[in-house]
């Protein structure tokens, strides 16, 4: 397309683009016919000089427009859908003054994270960060340094954003951002600052703005009624909420034509999936929303980075430090730890969930077993990328090679048969036969290697489920011995229905769970859910026997469980069968009275040798994953140490489920351990403490190891949400206190 440039300069000075053959003077219009746009995917820039008689500044031009089209956000004519994060200036041993290597790996690492825009929270940033995303491709909206957030406080009584005596000084802040920061394409929108109520030098601020730079647009979130900005934007919005504003069904202002003129805005939600400790939850709900109705435009999770202190205890011991650590009066808790990496910038799990979601390669299953292949990016085709299949059986690679694709342009779809056959089936166990497509770059980019992972998806090529670990004959009869234990296969029972041991290692016995350590996101809202949890007592269950018995095939334990304090209860059965060495587990869970709090969880939990510190599963990993935070884990076979297994959340709190376990190996150096075989599979921990001392750490250096493992089998978590500071759990994440029954088979090795 064309382009076009002024250079607003003194007297005597001129611009040169030798590329584009440009050699003009201060002032003077330049009209040139042939540029290639700048944009995120595609950051072209052009080099330049700025000249006098005896001096010269070298620098970088884009080329881009921004405009709004039927209520789209548009950048060189074209839609485009942020997919960003907010971003504070902080490193954990230089405070606001971030190294230019750090930014850069910063940068480097967001883009490799599927990453396209960042809201520089809450103040312009270093100018050196905005070249870096001039050179990098990220689109920024540039925020100017202004907050009277606590004038919330007394319903903004006071709030100089309505104050004349204020003006100047509002305007000051904004001409400065500007000026300062005008010339870089990477900014589409100046953003007024944050949470500042509303008022006439709000106002003023976007009219000055408008009136020197119109080729970009305002954004501001603190004035829903969109009066002096050109985008609507809001703040942790539910899924629902957001819906309605894609159809355009939201409420009306009272205001017709100033309701008229938002409707007419793109949306944004400016900040949205709160990234305190474990979570986001949702993040797929919302991204379903983005891809479906044009007007939303996207948005910038809360936020980039936990921003904690790196300190030791007296005897050496290394953490992060928060809010109160440091005898302070005020502050805000660990509030501030509440980003997608963690202090020193390595990827939390939420990162790792926000990289899939916002793929910009979207794979579907279709229903004939064909694969359809979508480029989800806005300027960019997929030459730069190369698609790769290959198959597993129960997670062991076995076959693979490239996959033949055309190139598709932004928006187009393919769709291809996958060169892979349906296998045969021999005998038991019955194989899982799952298939993997990946999209990686094709070359070495200026922030990933050759083969970096863009977007990948999974299939299965049969639909078989293993419902037991092998073809099991009639189960064993139990033997009850003169003294009253139960003898039941390899398993021995206390006359009180206690598990003693399997074959001749002692293990704890199985234990209905029904809480878990509070999530920051359990911990939101008032009253939160975990302090609902404390109230009702779920923290403290009473396990009382009603009865025990023998029966032909089975040893039946009839137990009632009971929050401390509280009135309703668990009619809980323990049902055990043994089939040759392998024991089946069934537990049926039955509701008594009226159950007040939504359930943490619902499992069973047992103590093992802390000596067995090798974890192998089949199953969803390689990283933690919950209800409403999975799309990240993909099915596979994987091996890990207990210690592994712990996300290293800085304020210690319910972490490191391996969902969809298929079966799990627990073992010492010597081999000897434990194997699980779900029914069809279940959500496997494995931790070196009980979840209470979880409960209380407030810092990782408080988890001491207890002198066992606790081994957590789970048939259902409850989501994680962000109500933190937004949404709690979606309903359909919401874990209730319903009938429930679910089995596991386990033998020792």
């Known amino acids: 397309g064309s382009g076009s440039l002024l250079l607003e300069a003194g007297e005597g000075l001129r611009i040169v683009i030798p590329e584009l053959g440009v050699d003009a003077d201060s002032g003077v219009p330049v009209a040139i016919p042939a540029v290639e746009p700048w944009s995120a995917e595609l950051p072209r820039r052009y080099a330049a000089e700025i000249r006098s008689a005896t001096e010269t500044v070298a620098l970088h031009v884009g080329f881009r427009t921004v405009s709004i089209e039927d209520a789209r956000l ?78 919330e406080l007394q319903d903004w009584r006071d709030n100089p954003s309505d104050d004349p005596r204020w003006t100047d000084a509002y305007l000051d802040r904004m001409r400065r951002m500007v000026e300062r920061d005008k010339n870089h394409p990477s900014v589409i929108m100046w953003s007024l600052g944050n949470e500042s109520g509303t008022g006439a030098n709000l106002a003023a601020m976007a009219a000055w703005a408008k009136g020197r730079d119109d080729t970009r647009l305002i954004h501001y979130e603190g004035d829903w009624s ?21 159809k355009r069904i939201e409420a009306p202002l009272d205001d017709p034509g100033l309701d008229a003129r938002r409707r007419a805005m793109p ?56 809010g109160g650590d440091f005898g302070e009066a005020v502050h805000d808790g660990n509030f501030i730890i509440d980003g997608l990496v963690f202090p020193d910038r390595t990827p939390s799990p939420g990162l790792v969930e926000f990289k899939k979601v916002i793929e910009p390669v979207r794979f579907e299953t279709l229903p004939d077993g064909a694969v359809r292949v979508t480029n989800r990016h806005d300027f960019r085709d997929t030459s730069h990328l190369a698609f790769h299949w290959e198959i597993a059986i129960d997670g062991q690679h076995t076959d693979g090679g490239p996959l033949d694709l055309p190139v598709l342009r932004p928006g187009e779809s393919a769709e291809v048969i996958l060169p892979i056959s349906p296998p045969e089936r021999t005998g038991l166990p019955p194989f899982e036969h799952w298939w993997t497509v990946r999209a990686v770059l094709a070359a070495e980019t200026s922030w990933a290697p050759a083969g970096h992972e863009i977007a990948w998806h999974q299939g299965r090529t049969d639909g078989v489920v293993a419902e037991r670990p092998f073809d099991a004959d009639e189960p064993t009869a139990p033997v009850v011995t003169e003294d009253g234990r139960v003898l039941l296969g390899p398993a021995e029972f206390a006359p009180d229905g206690t598990l003693l041991r399997v074959g001749d290692i002692e293990v704890g016995c199985p234990s209905l769970e029904l809480w878990r350590a509070p999530t920051d996101n359990d911990r939101g809202k008032n009253p939160s859910v975990a302090d609902r949890w404390e109230h009702a007592g779920l923290d403290d269950l009473g396990h009382r026997l009603i009865r025990a018995g023998a029966y032909d095939h089975s040893y039946v334990v009839h137990t009632e469980v009971k929050p401390a304090g509280g009135t309703a209860s668990m009619a809980n059965t323990y049902r055990w069968q043994a089939f040759g060495n392998w024991l089946r587990l069934e537990v049926t869970m039955l509701p008594e009275g009226e159950w007040t709090v939504p359930l943490g969880r619902v499992g069973v939990a047992l103590a093992l040798p802390a000596a067995w510190d090798n974890v192998e599963w089949f199953g969803r990993g390689p990283g933690e994953a919950y209800p409403d935070s999975m799309a990240a884990a993909r099915i596979g076979h994987y091996t890990s140490t207990v210690d592994r297994l712990q996300t290293p959340y800085v304020r210690p709190q319910e972490n490191g489920a391996r969902a969809e376990v298929r079966w799990a190996r627990i073992t010492g150096h010597n081999g000897r351990g434990l194997q699980l075989h779900g029914e069809p599979h279940f959500s496997l921990t494995v931790r070196r403490w009980p979840t209470k001392a979880l409960a209380e750490a407030r810092h990782t250096t408080d988890l001491a190891d207890s002198g066992e493992l606790h081994l957590h089998i789970d048939h259902v978590h409850r989501g994680l949400g962000s109500a933190s500071c937004g949404p709690d759990v979606l309903p359909r994440y919401e874990l209730n206190a319903v009938p429930l029954s679910f089995a596991v088979w386990l033998r020792t090795m």
């Open 74 to 151: 548009l950048v060189n004519g074209s839609p485009v859908l942020l997919r960003g994060v907010n971003r504070h200036e902080f490193h954990p041993r230089t405070g606001r003054v971030v190294p230019y290597q750090t930014a850069r790996s910063e940068l480097t690492l967001m883009k490799r994270h599927n990453i396209n825009a960042v809201r520089t929270s809450h103040y312009p940033p270093h100018p050196a960060f905005l070249d870096l995303c001039d050179e990098l491709g990220m689109w920024v909206v540039d925020e100017c340094d202004l907050e009277t957030h606590g004038f």
């Open 226 to 246: 969109c009066a002096y900005t050109d985008v609507y934007s809001r703040m942790y919005a539910g899924v629902t909420e957001v819906e309605q504003i894609g």
């Open 267 to 322: 949306f944004v939600l400016c900040e949205y999936a709160h990234a305190m400790g474990n979570g986001p939850g949702g993040l797929s709900e919302y991204q379903r929303l983005f891809d479906t109705y044009p007007r939303l435009s996207g948005g910038f999770v809360w936020e980039w980075l936990d921003h904690g202190i790196p300190v030791s205890t007296p005897d050496g011991r290394a953490h992060y430090a928060y």
